[in-house]
Each structure stands twice: as structure tokens, then as C-alpha cells.
């Protein structure tokens, strides 16, 4: 047993030692540039927040007159075309306005009225009757409009369209980076995307004015842009 464990020992000795130093792995030169595509396209759809606001100086009648204005411009919206999962409630509210020249016993400024308010988010996805819908709600009680956003009904292939286009722009730099420096590219080691794909409006006009034709809207156009981080290995000429 003495014979067997001493061998072993000069064998473990006699071994080569490899150090810590001998397994690490250079990374080596790279180049990370970073590429930013955008592309055009014209919008197809719009999404409309818009709504209802009546008061009175009961709270209670300010909701009824409220809530029959709004019952109005949901049927007029439905008989526009629009979808019943196109029209959601994204807003509630009422509250007092208070005096600012009547007080109460405690010198508390008094309630005036109350105002009660609904929103709703109208997605609009035939722009030719946009106008139109938008006359038509104004005309049955909306009195109330938060915002109108163009959009695409569906952005994706416009979005890896931007997003090739990122890669080629950083692929584009990359070359002309390495060129000037007197490197060679090498394979690439990483690529990722900043942030998300998104579509932007670039220009949109409305005009306030109704008439009968409806209120008048230019949709404009949409940029959609994209962005990417790529690393490349380099390697010398």
C-alpha cells in the first residue's frame, strides 16, 4: 500500500503544472458601431380620444346629461362603421367646481356645479370616413377632443424593414471604419437591438372647422425606425 501511494505521488510530481494564466482566452480587437434605419409609410388607421362633458349643480343630473350625450355619440359612432372593439371607455369622472366669490358657514368656498366627464378611444379604421366621424361625434354631444394619432394597423413589416435597414447602415460604418484605420472586419460577435422598433408621425393636420363634408384631416406620413448595436471582431491586414 506504502509502494502504491509513493508512486502515485511522483507521478502527480513529475506531472507538468498549468497555471491559471495558460487558460485564459484573449478576447482580441473589435469594432462596435451602432446602425439606425427609418423607412416611410402612410398611415391606415387613427385612433381618437374624445368625449363628453356636462354640468349641472347636482352631481347626479351632471351624470345623466352626461351619460345620455355619451349613449348618443357611441350609436352615432356604430352607425359610422365603427366596431364595437374599436370604441372603449378610457375615461370617468365628476367633480366640483367651487365659487370663488360664494363661501359656506365655515368660510369654505361653496360648490358651484359639478362637471361630469367620460372619454372614449375611438380606433378609426377606414381613414376616408375620418372626418366624418369625427363631425358626426361632435354633433351628437362630443364636446371634448384629447387627441388624434395616426398609426399602421399592422407595423411589423414596415418594422423589419427599418430594422434591415439598421443593420446595413451599421454594417456601412463598420467598413468604412475599418478601411480607415487598416484593419479587416471579421464575423460579427454580437448584435442587438436598442430600445424597440416604433413608428413616428412625421406630419399630420387638422382643421378645427366642421362642415358638411366633416372636419378635415391630412394623415401625413409615418417614419419607422429602427436601431441596432453590432460588435465585430477585427482582424490586422
Known sequence: MRIVTALALGIALLSPVVSLADTVITEGPRMTVVGEGR???APDMATISLGVLAE?????????AMSADLEAVL?????????????????LSVQPRWSDRSYDTNGRRAIETFTAS????????DLDRLGAVLDRAARDGANLLHGLRFGLQDPQPREDDARRAAVAEAARKAALYAEAAGVTLGPILSIAEQGNARPLMMRAEMDAGVGASGVQVAAGE?????????VYALEPR
Open 39 to 41: 423607412v416611410t409609410a
Open 56 to 64: 349641472d349643480e347636482q352631481a347626479a343630473r351632471a351624470v345623466a
Open 75 to 91: 350609436a352615432r359612432l356604430r352607425e359610422a362603421g365603427i366596431s364595437p372593439e374599436d370604441l372603449q371607455t378610457s375615461g
Open 118 to 125: 367620460s372619454e372614449i378611444t375611438v380606433r378609426v379604421r
Open 222 to 230: 409615418l417614419a419607422v425606425t429602427a436601431s441596432v448595436i453590432i
